[in-house]
């Protein structure tokens, strides 16, 4: 910002009501990135590697989803999760196309194939992501304990817990010789309450993952709320 639009900003500030700021500033949380993948789909290690580089992007939660649906006696992939299957089923009765791999959920609101980097850069742009509801979460040595705030509608709150980077190497099936680096890998899944606008806290046990994200969705898609183990993000407005 240069300095001119910097003073003019400060001088608009001082016109407004105390509050009314702060009231029109609403928070920012991240854009959810879901990869639903398979280690037994040739298709999959190029999306794999493009879930890896937006994850180091700034304001942006990536989450790789292993399915069951390509496992065989060829190969098996051990981070497969039948969770991940019903996740990705849920989405498919919003989204045109049915299951398939790679593909990209982005921010619960629109999919597309997972190698796409055009279009999954598009899609994280064109996203709105407001913090509607405080959350918080935070690891505890008895386990974790999620704080969601009062707010409007209802919605499920969803616990997972992830690994940020895995190396695999493949020794049959279609990726046959190739050693996969995977990227954010969910290791568990988790319904941890329903929320029906009033404030709601939740005691769970450690999950599976090194890492932990929460997130407050209503069952269309929208994302109400994200926090992880490694912040607390406030409410719009508050």
């Known amino acids: 910002m240069s300095a001119r639009r910097f003073l003019a900003a400060l001088a608009l500030a001082a016109c407004l009501p105390a509050g009314t700021a702060a009231a029109r500033a609403p928070a920012s949380r991240p854009v959810v990135l879901e990869l639903f ?21 700034p304001g942006v939660l990536a989450l790789g989803f292993h399915v069951t649906y390509w496992n065989s006696p060829a190969w098996r992939d051990r981070w497969s999760l039948p969770a991940a299957d019903a996740r990705q089923r849920h989405y498919a009765h919003y989204f045109a196309g049915g299951l398939f791999t790679p593909e990209l959920v982005v921010d619960g609101r629109q999919a597309l194939v997972g190698s796409d980097a055009r279009g999954a850069l598009a899609a994280i742009h064109h996203a709105h992501p407001v913090q509607h509801v405080a959350l918080a979460l935070n690891v505890t040595p008895g386990g974790v304990d999620i704080v969601a705030g009062a707010g409007k509608g209802h919605a499920d709150l969803f616990l997972f817990g992830y690994d940020r980077s895995r190396t695999t190497a493949i020794g049959r099936g279609e990726n ?3 050693a996969l680096r995977e990227a954010d890998i969910v290791r568990s899944v988790m319904l941890a309450a329903g929320w029906h606008g009033a404030a709601e806290r939740v005691l769970l046990p450690r999950p599976a993952g090194a890492r932990l994200a929460a997130i407050l969705q209503t069952p269309d898609g929208h994302i109400l709320a994200v926090a992880t183990s490694r912040a607390t993000t406030r409410a719009a407005g508050r």
């Open 37 to 57: 993948t398979s280690e037994g789909c040739s298709s999959c290690p190029p999306a794999d590697r493009l879930l890896a580089r937006l994850a180091h992007q």
């Open 176 to 178: 046959a010789g190739v």
